[in-house]
């Protein structure tokens, strides 16, 4: 069974930056997409960035995202990671990591993925 445990979320400023690290155990993270979703109250889950499996893959980034954000992997560690930069207030979410993707539908669609961690709290202040 899959178990991924996000970290690295806090509090920052706007235009600050963060690094946010998913670790999965019963899973390898370099064997299918990986993706990082968030979702802030009142509103939809919302695909952020996703990785495909092995390497010399494109990453997908949403287009809130794109050029700010960065998704990487580890696959000696099996980490995922996200590093946040420029962000803006209306990146205030609750991260989340997921894994298992089903290989149907889109890499950003949360119902794609069938693992997901706790979610990790993001809030940014203008």
């Known amino acids: 069974q899959a178990h991924l445990v996000e970290s690295g979320g806090g509090s920052v400023q706007a235009g600050g930056s963060l690094r946010l690290s998913c670790v999965a155990s019963?899973?390898?993270?370099?064997?299918?997409?990986v993706a990082w979703f968030r979702q802030a109250p009142g509103k939809e889950r919302e695909g952020v960035a996703a990785?495909?499996?092995?390497?010399?893959?494109?990453?997908t980034y949403g287009d809130p995202v794109k050029g700010r954000f960065s998704i990487s992997r580890d696959n000696a560690k099996n980490m995922v990671y996200l590093q946040m930069n420029n962000l803006k207030s209306e990146d205030t979410a609750m991260y989340y990591c997921?894994?298992?993707?089903?290989?149907?539908?889109?890499?950003?669609?949360?119902?794609?993925?069938?693992?997901w961690g706790q979610g990790t709290q993001v809030t940014v202040s203008s």
């Open positions: 997921a894994a298992g993707f089903s290989g149907r539908g889109w890499v950003l669609r949360p119902a794609s993925y069938n693992y």
């Open positions: 019963g899973y390898t993270v370099s064997s299918n997409w």
């Open positions: 990785i495909p499996a092995g390497a010399g893959g494109s990453t």
